[in-house]
């Protein structure tokens, strides 16, 4: 079973109710935290809220269940960066399919956003569809998702040093924890 959690802000506020519709249509279970309406408000709060709600419904959940998101803002930057303030959260912008399919492919993406003033509502349920019709790798890709879950504002390996480009300076790119 997948259930959905929504949020926008007033830009993505229209595209986020279409795309309400067109999930429950599809007997998808919805939880919507807002915005309501087109009055102003900030995405963090948004982000915040979803991040907060998706926790909520996974722990509640039963153990086949998975727990997606989505957000809506004027181009999906904004609320794809609050996002995936949350450990448990992998969010990704997409405008396009590919972007979609790698997302979930190799890292496992478990909020799509979507920019109300970058793409059409129509392209926006496609991608919706891409995101759920594409399942995750695994493998190789787990332990990067892994990784990526326990940064969480923590480096994994403070001791490295920089080259002049700002890039690991460890060894080989085979020895290094980053590669």
């Not at 079973?1 to 067109?22: C, P, Q, W």
């Not at 478990?110 to 759920?132: H, K, M």
């Amino acid at each position: 079973m997948e259930s959905f959690v929504l949020g926008a802000d007033h830009a993505g506020y229209r595209l986020k109710e279409n795309i309400a519709t067109h999930l429950r249509a599809q007997g998808f279970s919805v939880e919507d935290v807002g915005c309501f309406s087109e009055a102003s408000v900030d995405y963090p709060a948004i982000s915040e809220a979803l991040a907060l709600k998706m926790q909520e419904v996974h722990a509640k959940a039963s153990p086949d269940t998975t727990v997606y998101g989505l957000l809506c803002c004027g181009s999906g930057i904004g609320v794809c960066i609050s996002a995936n303030r949350f450990p448990w959260v992998r969010a990704v912008t997409a405008n396009d399919h590919n972007t979609v399919v790698m997302s979930r492919r190799h890292n496992d993406a478990n909020v799509l956003c979507l920019g109300a003033r970058v793409i059409a509502p129509e392209l926006a349920v496609d991608l919706l569809q891409t995101f759920l019709n594409t399942p995750f790798d695994g493998g190789r890709h787990q332990q990067r998702v892994d990784l990526m879950t326990c940064l969480n504002g923590h480096s994994l390996t403070p001791a490295i040093t920089v080259d002049k480009q700002g890039l690991p300076a460890i060894g080989s790119p085979e020895e290094s924890p980053l590669c």
